[in-house]
């Protein structure tokens, strides 16, 4: 099952709008549902140190998670954005 997040519950809407104008898919509380397949979208407003992110993904272990990550995920889709502003 695929996730989509945005930061804030309007943008979740809209894109659930978007996607049932535009594409034609079914909107769910929960997401869109596109052959009988669900994309959960939710909002998650979050805010993050940049710094700190990106002194984090240096870290042996969380560059060994992000390869078990890599080995687990192999061969299915994944998108992912952070936005993180100005560095």
Not at 25 to 38: A, F, N, R, S
Not at 57 to 63: A, G
């Amino acid at each position: 099952m695929l996730h989509i997040s945005f930061h804030t519950y309007d943008y979740a809407r809209h894109f659930v709008s978007a996607c049932t104008r535009i594409l034609g898919l079914d909107g769910t509380p929960d997401g869109v549902e596109d052959q009988g397949k669900l994309t959960r979208v939710g909002a998650f407003p979050i805010g993050i140190d940049p710094g700190r992110f990106v002194r984090a993904i240096q870290l042996p272990q969380v560059k060994d998670h992000i390869e078990e990550l890599k080995k687990r995920f192999s061969g299915r889709k994944n998108v992912s954005f952070f936005e993180l502003g100005a560095l």
